[in-house]
């Protein structure tokens, strides 16, 4: 059995079909990383990781076939796709851009010298049950390169919340039902593989997504008023 027979076998163990153009760039580049004494199954697994950081788009074959209208699909066949979009959907867009502004820079605007703060501004102890925080929840888009469905978090998923990269790559286990191209993911239908993808960061960053909703509602022209 020849390389590329060998790490096609490797990537069929992983329901994974990759496209021929890109098969034999990544193993070209891979071999040219790798000395002449190291085995096909290292061949196979770099040429792994560098599927894990591709664009699915350009890599693999896309497998799933969910119309967008159904109103429910059982889907029986597994499904690679990637993580292109994270969004908080129990939070306002408005207080998720202040969060990530308060990570990203130091705002001090908010800040009182204790000093200064007048009597009747200080917090008064709060007694009685104090409702928890609920925790937020996301919806998180994923596209095989073709077809993209929208899902949410049942439980959780080991390496799959609010941080994981986009262009991460994640294996959708079967059967597994979709409504109108939303899923549920669980820790049964659902493995986490790892990776990232640069393509996907600039034009799906939540951050970026944010900013855009923002802009976009500030240069929103207000409705007219007529005059009695």
Not at 20 to 30: F, H, K, L, P, R
Not at 126 to 153: E, F, R
Request: net charge neutral; aromatic share 8%; with cysteine.
């Amino acid at each position: 059995m020849n390389e590329i027979a060998n790490v096609r076998a490797f990537f069929n163990e992983r329901h994974i079909t990759l496209n021929s153009e890109w098969e034999d760039d990544a193993i070209g580049y891979v071999k040219s990383q790798l000395r002449n004494g190291d085995d096909i199954l290292k061949l196979s697994k770099s040429v792994f990781v560098q599927w894990l950081n591709s664009d699915l788009r350009e890599s693999t074959q896309p497998t799933l076939n969910v119309p967008a209208n159904a109103t429910g699909i059982t889907v029986v066949k597994p499904a690679l796709v990637q993580l292109t979009s994270i969004l908080n959907i129990s939070e306002s867009a408005y207080s998720q851009y202040r969060s990530k502004i308060m990570d990203l820079t130091e705002d001090n605007s908010e800040f009182r010298d204790p000093s200064e703060t007048s009597h009747e501004q200080v917090e008064k102890p709060k007694y009685g049950n104090i409702q928890p925080k609920k925790p937020p929840m996301y919806m998180y888009k994923l596209s095989d390169g073709n077809i993209t469905l929208k899902a949410v978090i049942a439980e959780t998923i080991n390496g799959l919340d609010c941080n994981t990269p986009i262009g991460a790559k994640l294996l959708l286990i079967p059967k597994f039902l979709c409504r109108y191209r939303v899923l549920k993911l669980t820790s049964q239908n659902c493995q986490f593989l790892g990776g990232y993808n640069e393509q996907c960061i600039d034009k799906d960053d939540p951050l970026s997504k944010l900013l855009n909703r923002i802009e976009n509602t500030e240069n929103r022209q207000p409705p007219l008023i007529s005059q009695p």
